[in-house]
């Protein structure tokens, strides 16, 4: 391998990841061409989850401006715009690469955004990029966008359109009636009129619908256990239980035999304490893990409340044979001792996916937000090297920043990151710093 092939490997790596490190290396090597590297990263976006943490636009263009092939880079982006079809993540984040450098004069961009926008009521071509219009003119990108919707909407009559982009075009534009406005174009754009027309069908069926249900409850929660249908049991519901009922449902719990309803149980005691101890919950927990439900998985978390000796064996002894480790990782929240970081450090070392990496993310933060200690730092700098989620990498940053355990290296990258709250991490320690 040439020192060409491996530093363009690191870069690689670290564009994937979003980090800082690849704004870094194209300064570092400036006689390099990470042309391709960039290229790719602006058509996918590696986001671990790119609904979440959105596109990595920003951080794609101060790379192709850091480029010496700047020029001929940014037009093939812009060719790679126009090209694609598919409504993908990525199409999504060549349209914000192309209106930030519309937004820097870049009048090939504006173009190319347009061509690529007015493509979409198009068949077989992706009808997106509408909020980036109204980010790059104002109401008139909220017009462009409103006549492709219509054109698209004429041709799918099937289809409906929410309120959803006129309200955020007004948001950001307060000081014009942005309906208003469009209503005018729509005396002279019948796709333009298509459109309002659309929005205020979609507006006249939902003021018709019923009003929605009562805030569910106990009934609820023993309703979804006993029917087993499954539905979303989020924490705010389970924590508005009182006392009663939560003994009513744990000493359901004890009773019940059917797998699949212990489950729905415990998907209860993964928000709140379980009243009768631990010793159930552990014996389950210890069991085999099926690939047919999660019930060993609601068993671990429903644990996080205890602290007792028995736990913290299982926890070790469940984290050295398990292949699937960060299931088990959160019960030493309440388990840590000092020493414990070399086991954590090898699990970041020995993780085979992604799914793994985010989870032993998660768990990594947990325990090192609750335990501030310096022996943190290496686990923590492990797995921030080897994720590419950015909401976890601010967590991760901001928790060795608290820590006080920040290396020197990644303190010089997160001002690049792709993600903007681990660039707000670095400014806020760039501010602490400088009041000392």
């Known amino acids: 391998m040439t020192e060409t092939t491996r530093i363009k490997r690191i870069f690689r790596g670290a564009i994937q990841r979003g980090t800082g490190r690849a704004h870094l290396m194209m300064r570092d090597y400036p006689h390099i061409n990470f042309s391709q590297e960039i290229l790719k990263a602006a058509v996918t976006n590696y986001a671990y989850d790119p609904q979440c943490e959105r596109s990595r636009g920003l951080y794609t263009v ?25 409504n993908t993540w990525g199409l999504d984040q060549l349209f914000e690469i192309a209106r930030l450098l519309a937004q820097a004069g870049n009048q090939e961009a504006r173009v190319a955004f347009y061509e690529r926008l007015e493509l979409g ?9 509408m909020y980036e219009a109204v980010k790059l003119d104002g109401v008139e990108g909220m017009k462009r966008a409103a006549a492709v919707i219509g054109k698209f909407l004429a041709a799918n009559p099937e289809e409906t359109e929410h309120e959803w982009l006129l309200n955020y075009a007004q948001e950001h534009n307060p000081e014009v009636r942005v309906e208003e406005e469009l209503a005018k174009a729509a005396q002279h754009n019948t796709h333009i009129a298509y459109y309002l027309t659309a929005v205020q069908a979609t507006r006249q069926r ?47 719990f004890l009773l019940e035999t059917n797998r699949h309803r212990q ?25 085999p893990v099926r690939r047919t439900d999660r019930l060993v998985e609601h068993a671990v978390a429903a644990l996080r409340f205890f602290k007792a ?33 070399v086991l954590l450090t090898t699990l970041a070392r020995q993780a085979d996916s992604e799914l793994a990496i985010e989870n032993l993310a998660s768990s990594f933060i947990r325990i090192y937000q609750k335990h501030k200690t310096k022996e943190s730092q290496e686990p923590l700098r492990k797995i921030y090297h080897r994720m590419n989620c950015g ?7 901001e928790t060795m920043i608290r820590n006080g355990v920040l290396p020197d290296k990644i303190r010089e990258e997160i001002p690049f990151d792709s993600y903007y709250a681990v660039r707000e991490a670095h400014a806020s320690l760039a501010a602490a710093t400088s009041r000392m």
Not at 121 to 129: E, I, L, T
Not at 267 to 273: C, D, I, T
Not at 312 to 318: I, N, Y
Not at 327 to 341: E, F
């Open 62 to 86: 101060e790379l192709i401006n850091l480029s010496a092939q700047r020029e001929k880079l940014t037009r093939q982006v812009l060719q790679k715009l126009v090209e694609q079809k598919d």
């Open 121 to 129: 009521a198009s068949p077989g071509y992706a009808c997106v990029g």
């Open 206 to 252: 939902e003021a018709e619908m019923p009003p929605r249900p009562a805030a569910p409850g106990f009934e609820f929660i023993r309703n979804n256990i006993e029917n087993r249908t499954r539905k979303h049991l989020s924490a705010s519901i389970v924590e508005k239980l009182n006392r009663q009922q939560i003994r009513l449902l744990a000493d359901a």
């Open 263 to 287: 489950e729905g149980y415990l998907l209860v005691f993964r928000h709140v304490k379980f009243p009768y101890g631990y010793e159930k919950l552990l014996a389950l927990a210890q069991a």
């Open 309 to 341: 000796p028995p736990i913290r064996e299982f926890a070790l002894t469940a984290l050295t044979t398990s292949k699937e480790p960060w299931l088990y990782l959160d019960l030493l929240i309440n388990h840590y001792r000092r020493g414990d970081h």
């Open 391 to 397: 909401m976890h990498r601010a967590d991760v940053v």
